[in-house]
C-alpha cells in the first residue's frame, strides 16, 4: 500500500488508519503565525457513514488505500439484497443495502453504478447526480391550490417519498437530485 503525506491529501482518497477505512471529505492546510503546519480533515469511515474530524500535523505519512472500481449494472431485489452484473464478464454479485446506503432510494432495474472494492470487500457504490423515476403514486392537486411552488408527496417507483409540484400525476417521469433528494423537473 503506498505511503503519502498529509500534505497531499486530496478530497475523496481513502485512508486506512489504524481503526478502518476512512474517505477525506474535506481537508485545510493551516499554516499558525508560532509553531508547526497542520493540515485539519473531515473523514469519513467508510463501513459505518459517520463524520469526524481528525487534525494531522504536516508532512505526515498515512497509508493509502486502493480501491477497485467496477461498473455494475443493477439487475434485481434478492430478498434484503440487491443482486449487480459486472458488466466485462458478467459475474453476479450481492450488494447488503448497508453497504448501498442511499443509493438504495435511487437504483432501478438496468441503472448502472460504480462500486468500489477493497480486499474483495464492497466499501462504496456511487451513482449518478440525478436520475430520472416514474411516479407511481400522488395525490391529486386539488382545485383552489394555486399557490406559487405549492407541493405534495409523491412516491417514486422505487418507494422513495419525495416532494413534487401540484401538476405532477402517477405515470409523469421526474429527474430526482441522489445528493439531496429533492425533485429537480418532469421529463
Partial sequence: MP???TNELKNGITLELDNGL????EFQHVKPGKGGAFVRTKLRNVKTGNVFDRTFNAGVRVEQALLEKKDMQFLYRDGDEYVFMDTDNYDQTHVAPVALGDAANYLI?????IIAF???EIVSVEIPAS???TITDTEPGMQGDRVSGARKPATVETGLV???PLFINP???VKVDTRSGDYITRV
Fill in 3 to 5: 505511503a503519502i503525506t
Fill in 22 to 25: 476512512f474517505q477525506v471529505v
Fill in 109 to 113: 432495474e438496468q441503472a448502472v453504478a
Fill in 118 to 120: 477493497y480486499q474483495g
Fill in 131 to 133: 436520475v430520472e423515476l
Fill in 162 to 164: 419525495l416532494q413534487v
Fill in 171 to 173: 405515470g409523469d417521469r
